[in-house]
């Protein structure tokens, strides 16, 4: 029910009832609802009024004591509030949980890694140095040897642990390995009849995983990608790419058709995927030294890397779907790459 602003006045009930001095000092306050309970003025009060518009339009005397030496002090209750009831209990607010930290975040001094397949694959590549091992007592006794090898620290602690260490919901296996990221290798130092795979701004690194297997399966020397929109080859990345980080080496870039351009220059042979190019990559010059060019699933080869390209081609898929994640794309074109080098020997 809303109360309309009360108004004051010297309750008559008081006069009339021949009250002496100190009577004469009580008070009551009239509005909507009624009369509301007297109080007995202070010593040092003093009954004022004050004209006070009312909300439809009209004036009235309003009058509230305060002592002579202070203003009265602000109400309590501010307009419109939410009275308590009674019996009712309020429950206390809750306090504002601590952010999580970004303990996934890797710094620029070492990069985390985790799964068995991935830890294991880091603790045998001597090209990876190696800083501390966290592991539950399970997963050390399946990796003794591989460990045993490297001598490098390690903590057993419990999966719990492990967790904090890793995203949310990562699958960890009781194992995460704090490394040194591995140096990237530079175009200069491709094989002369190598085969690489290149990467147009592909960032999702589950994707970038996938090709990274994929890559190591198929004996790939290189995969050539821009230092900027790429994914970082550590953490969700690594464990996509299940070991194969560890066998293929990295090329990184600030500018892609420059680096496509010095790829020609050291004669390798540039093939862009297209799945609106005119050609099948059966039909296309497979030769050493090879060069896969990848763009991203949502918009494709960019306008200057397809310039770049000696080739384009698509894969030829007889189904209704005529398109492929860019990683299954690039499982069955290092598939007919590697079919055509084997009949060109």
Same mark, same amino acid.
């Given at each position: ?9 010297? +309750? ?8 002496? #001095? ?5 008070? +009551?306050?009239?509005?909507?609802? !009624? ?7 202070? =010593?040092? $009060? ?10 439809? &339009? /009209?004036? &009235?005397? /309003? ?8 203003? =009265? ?40 890694? @985790? ?30 040897? /591989? ?19 890793? =995203? ?5 296996? &009781?194992?995460?390995? $704090? ?42 020397? /290189? ?8 994914? #970082? ?12 980080? #560890?066998?293929?080496?990295? +090329? ?8 496509? &351009?010095?790829?020609?220059?050291? !004669?390798? @042979? ?16 497979? #030769?050493? =030294? ?18 770049? +390209? ?36």
């Amino acid at each position: 029910m809303r109360i309309k602003r009360a108004t004051g006045q010297i +309750c008559s009930a008081a006069r009339l009832q021949g009250a002496d #001095e100190t009577e004469r000092r009580l008070f +009551c306050v009239r509005d909507a609802v !009624g009369v509301l309970p007297l109080r007995r003025l202070g =010593p040092q $009060e003093t009954f004022v009024t004050r004209k006070t518009p009312h909300r439809g &339009g /009209a004036h &009235g005397q /309003a009058a509230r004591p305060f002592k002579s030496s202070q203003r =009265p002090p602000p109400e309590s209750v501010t307009r419109g509030a939410r009275p308590e009831r009674k019996g009712e209990e309020r429950t206390p607010a809750k306090p504002d949980r601590a952010r999580r930290p970004a303990r996934h975040e890797s710094s620029a001094d070492f990069v985390r890694i @985790w799964g068995f397949h991935s830890v294991e694959a880091a603790l045998r590549a001597p090209r990876r140095e190696l800083i501390r091992l966290y592991a539950t007592a399970a997963a050390a006794e399946r990796l003794a040897d /591989a460990i045993a090898a490297r001598g490098v620290e390690m903590r057993i602690v419990a999966a719990e642990d492990i967790a904090q260490r890793a =995203p949310r919901d990562s699958v960890h296996q &009781g194992l995460l390995l $704090e490394a040194r990221p591995l140096a990237p290798i530079d175009i200069s130092e491709l094989p002369a009849r190598g085969l690489v795979v290149v990467l147009d701004q592909i960032t999702d690194p589950h994707n970038v995983g996938a090709i990274l297997r994929t890559s190591a399966a198929f004996a790939v020397d /290189a995969l050539v990608t821009t230092e900027r929109h790429t994914p #970082e080859f550590a953490g969700a990345l690594a464990k996509s790419a299940s070991g194969g980080l #560890e066998h293929v080496p990295i +090329c990184t870039v600030t500018n892609l058709a420059r680096a496509m &351009g010095e790829l020609g220059d050291l !004669g390798y @042979w540039r093939v862009g995927l297209d799945s609106e190019a005119p050609l099948t990559l059966q039909a296309t010059r497979l #030769e050493r =030294p090879l060069a896969l060019v990848l763009g991203a699933e949502d918009r494709g080869l960019r306008r200057l890397t397809r310039e770049h +390209c000696d080739a384009l081609a698509r894969l030829e898929l007889p189904g209704a779907i005529k398109s492929l994640n860019v990683s299954n794309a690039c499982a069955i074109a290092l598939s007919i790459a590697a079919g055509a080098a084997g009949a060109s020997s």
